[in-house]
Nanobody
Framework: QVQLVESGGGLVQAGGSLRLSCAAS????????MGWFRQAPGKEREFVSA????????YYADSVKGRFTISRDNAKNTVYLQMNSLKPEDTAVYYC??????????????????WGQGTQVTVSS
């Protein structure tokens, strides 16, 4: 049973930074792709970024490219999302997700098997 626990959300002013963490347990994740998604009130859950655990290959949504960085720490079984130059439109609940697979180009939430509980990120203008 995969367990994902997010942390690191909070309130930040526009232009600021936050780092989200996702602690993963319950599996050996070398054959997994880890993803970050977000969901704003009244909107559908949307893809933010993904990383292939085995070699660190990454993929980003256009809306966050150049501002967000996804990474993983094998020793800690943790995935990070460093978010810089935050904008009010980044405000959402951010979720960590996992799926068995190779491609980091899979962006549909329905194709991810395991989810964390989410962490709130609020960016004030």
């Amino acid at each position: 049973q995969v367990q994902l626990v997010e942390s690191g959300g909070g309130l930040v002013q526009a232009g600021g930074s936050l780092r989200l963490s996702c602690a993963a347990s319950g599996r050996t994740f070398s054959t997994y792709v880890m993803g970050w998604f977000r969901q704003a009130p009244g909107k559908e859950r949307e893809f933010v970024s993904a990383i292939r655990w085995s070699d660190g290959i990454t993929y980003y949504a256009d809306s966050v490219k150049g501002r967000f960085t996804i990474s993983r720490d094998n020793a800690k079984n943790t995935v990070y999302l460093q978010m810089n130059s935050l904008k009010p439109e980044d405000t959402a609940v951010y979720y960590c997700a996992a799926r068995r697979g190779i491609s980091v180009l899979v962006t549909q939430p329905s194709l991810f098997d395991s989810w964390g509980q989410g962490t709130q990120v609020t960016v004030s203008s």
